[in-house]
């Protein structure tokens, strides 16, 4: 990644980090980006602000990601080989990734919060034939507990039909419930679909004429690294088709 940026200094590209945006305004010819520290100038912008995984927000969840707690089985589901693993969530994601560890642990145990999975009938189907997954729908998962190593160790569920709580044991957990995309900021801008990602047309171009967006905080992306950086070359291509139009190319002098 080093190289990549230095690759990119050297063809002119300034890089900033740590700030923030707040929020991206329209005069004239010109975008204003507007951060935590400055303000930015661009005649484009491309939106590559990303996704966050949706937590349960129950108590021990912040403390313990990392130590026991993960969101991409495919990622980090090959510390867990032979052993117990919890997946967390009713959807496709949450089933796909369940079955995706049931080939390699010794059991996956599935935790809803619904009476139905949301996932689809195929998922659903599927499942039974895996011996090694337990499912449990109809329950909150209301607390996650650490050992002396502060490593996760169990989670403690309500049962909601019966109103009873348990603790289920298991050397890892894996939260599937959705994920975010960072695009509050700009939903006054430019369309979004209803789950908040950006909508966009060819060369990744959005409802508002020289914005372009890529990776995970748009609609369709598939949430890979490999992906979103292709992405990022698409937009390229449109900001690139953008500004050799000839109405894009003068923009006004501003004070
Ligand atoms: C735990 C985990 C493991 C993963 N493992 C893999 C893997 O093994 N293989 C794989 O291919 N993919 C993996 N992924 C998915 C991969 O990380 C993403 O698909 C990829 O990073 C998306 O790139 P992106 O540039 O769209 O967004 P991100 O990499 O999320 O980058 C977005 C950036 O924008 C910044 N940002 C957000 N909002 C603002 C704002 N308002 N102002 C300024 N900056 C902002 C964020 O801080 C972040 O730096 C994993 C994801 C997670 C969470």
């Known amino acids: 990644m080093d190289r990549m940026a230095d690759q990119s200094e050297t063809l002119g590209a300034k890089i900033v980090t740590g700030v923030h945006i707040n929020s991206v305004e329209i005069t004239n010819k010109y975008f204003h980006i507007k951060t935590n520290t400055q303000l930015y100038r661009g005649r484009t912008v491309v939106l590559a602000t990303g996704s966050t995984y949706r937590l349960l927000n129950v108590p021990g969840e912040s403390e313990l990601i990392g130590s026991g707690i993960h969101f991409c089985a495919t990622c980090d589901g090959a510390f867990y080989r032979g052993k117990d693993v919890i997946v967390v969530g009713g959807g496709n994601s949450a089933l796909e990734e369940a079955m995706f560890l049931a080939g390699f642990c010794n059991k996956v145990t599935i935790l809803s919060k619904s009476e139905t999975f949301s996932a689809t009938k195929t998922y659903v189907d599927k499942l039974d034939s895996y011996k090694n997954i337990e499912v449990h729908i109809n329950v909150d ?23 009873e709580e348990r603790i289920i044991k298991a050397d890892g957990v894996f939260i599937f419930i959705g994920l975010s995309p960072n695009t509050k900021s700009f939903k006054s801008l430019i369309d979004l679909s209803d789950s908040g990602h950006i909508i966009t047309t060819g060369l990744n171009q959005t409802s508002h004429p020289g914005i372009f ?7 369709g ?21 953008y500004l050799t139009e000839k109405k894009h190319q003068e923009p006004e002098l501003e004070t």
Do not use: L
């Open 141 to 163: 998962v209301i607390q996650f507990n650490s050992n002396d190593s502060n490593q996760f160790e169990s989670v403690r569920i309500r049962e909601k039909t019966q109103n």
């Open 213 to 219: 967006a890529a990776g995970d905080c748009r609609f």
């Open 221 to 241: 992306a598939i949430a890979q690294v490999a992906a979103a950086t292709g992405e990022g070359v698409v937009a390229s291509y449109g900001v690139r088709q």
